[in-house]
């Protein structure tokens, strides 16, 4: 699944408010990250106490998400938090690995519980190393077409990669592919736009894995699908595009230039669309007057009070992202009715 964009779940209304020092970094984290994390439920330690100290963050990964409890002690608001991994992370142990090794990069290492950015640099350092420990696992199978993709697209930035277990069926390994450049602004595209998150598009790929050293038979092609962040499907619906076929022998190298290149005049073409839909909406001023109620940044939507005889109504203009290769959908509504 795609990350949301969502910042944060509701916050259960039993839970007594986190401890002032806690909810700081908290905050902080919340509105200076450019992840979409998410926080689940949060809690005391103690049984009656006054302030919550800990809290459930979960944390996109491979276009989902990991769960990871921060455990703070309300008592002792000067020390680091306690980080409890998911289920599926017994191998993943980054904060011993740091101790044994006596290193002192880790923001842990240069804690300071009065500033705010604790929590931040702590989230993103584990969801790095968490990465890297990901992709060391997958370097480890035992799959050739696996180890040759690794070999010629792990360097490209911000893509990630991690194991798929599965009960019924051989394992796999997906990949998640950041399309066009990673620096690629979206809200440039339309002016006034309200996304605080960087809006991302990416190419899942997954592979079976055969568990044999050699290309001995054609592998079976992987299953791909295209994903972006929720919030981009009001300017560029990703459902709509058509993926290049995967031929015989392909490989991820070769197949991510083309569909590049189709996404970028895709993309050109959508911010166009924005243009096309305002000049609809803007003729329609001499016809109808001006729009009682009009989309200002996308221009998806627009309402119109019409008349006609005695009738007096509401016309609803919804204008869809293909257009004007697809003509707007009317519906009439009677201002006299209430619906």
Known sequence: MSPSADAAAPVPTSSPPLAPLVAAQLSYLLSHSKLPIRVGQIWSGCHNGRHS?????????????VHWDFVYNAL???VAPDVVFGQDDEGFQPLVDYADAGNDK????????RDPRGLFALVHELRELYIECHKK?????????????????????????CMVPSADRPDEVKFAV????VDFNFNKLVPGCPWRLPQKIHLQVIFPISRSSSYSSVPSAPRLKLISTSDLKSLFSVEDVKLPPWSNGMCLAEYLPALEESLNLLVVEASASIGARRRFIEALAPTFGRPIEADPIFCRRATVLSISGVFTFLVHFAIPLQFPKQQPILTLQSSQVTI
Do not use: H, N
């Open 76 to 78: 002792s608001p000067m």
């Open 106 to 113: 880790s923001c842990l290492a240069r804690w300071d519980y």
């Open 178 to 181: 950041p399309l066009l450049d």
């Open 53 to 65: 100290d800990r809290f459930t963050l979960s944390i996109p990964f491979c276009l989902d998400y």
């Open 137 to 161: 696992q997958v370097a480890k199978v035992d799959d050739a077409r696996v180890t040759f993709e690794l070999s010629t697209v792990l360097t490209k930035e911000g893509i990630e990669v």
